[in-house]
């Protein structure tokens, strides 16, 4: 996901849209089936997701999810 454009306001962000999309799928893929479970489960798996992940701002809320979602 590194490579796909990010057209949120910079100034105005604190997660990364690569972040935002990996936790996502990962969640998904996990069971997930909406935005406050994948907000839960990314929480949850935190310091699994650092090993390849930034995650300055921790895991977004599930509204951040599903403004960048929707």
Avoid: M
Wanted: proline share 3%; aromatic share 12%.
């Amino acid at each position: 996901f590194e490579g796909l454009e990010d057209w949120r306001n910079a100034q105005q962000t604190r997660h990364r849209l690569s972040e935002l999309l990996t936790v996502a799928v990962c969640a998904v893929l996990s069971g997930a089936d909406d935005f406050e479970e994948i907000s839960q489960w990314g929480r949850a798996k935190l310091p699994w997701l650092r090993g390849f992940l930034r995650l300055d701002y921790g895991v977004a809320s599930p509204d951040t999810f599903e403004r960048v979602l929707a």
